[in-house]
């Protein structure tokens, strides 16, 4: 079992950043494929990026391509979300997750962990 543990959350003007952090408890961290994912109010939860165990492949929804970056300091047992150019529809409950596996996906259905969330507000 896995412990997650989101931070960073808060309200950021348009245009602003924000640097999410989401520490695991876990001695083999880098046995996880790690994600960030999303959920607005009244919306389903959405894939946000995706970061594989090593850290050599990433992927990203295509909302926040060029804008947000994931990175990971399995040293910490720590993965981040750099978020840049932050607009209103950013606005979010974000989620990390962890899947026992390579790679990370798109799909919600493949993280076994979950951590409680943070909000971001981006004020227009």
């Known amino acids: 079992q896995v412990q997650l543990v989101e931070s960073g959350g808060g309200l950021v003007q348009a245009g602003g950043s924000l640097r999410l952090s989401c520490a695991a408890s876990v001695r083999t961290f880098n046995s996880y494929a790690m994600g960030w994912f999303r959920q607005a109010p009244g919306t389903e939860r959405e894939f946000v990026a995706a970061?594989?165990?090593?850290?050599?492949?990433?992927d990203y929804a295509n909302s926040v391509k060029g804008r947000f970056t994931i990175s990971r300091d399995n040293a910490k047992n720590t993965v981040y979300l750099q978020m840049n150019s932050l607009q209103p529809e950013d606005t979010a409950v974000y989620y990390c997750a962890a899947s026992y596996s390579v790679l990370g996906t798109r799909s919600q259905f493949t993280y076994q962990n979950w951590g409680q969330g943070t909000q971001v507000t981006v004020s227009s």
């Open positions: 970061i594989s165990r090593s850290g050599s492949s990433t």
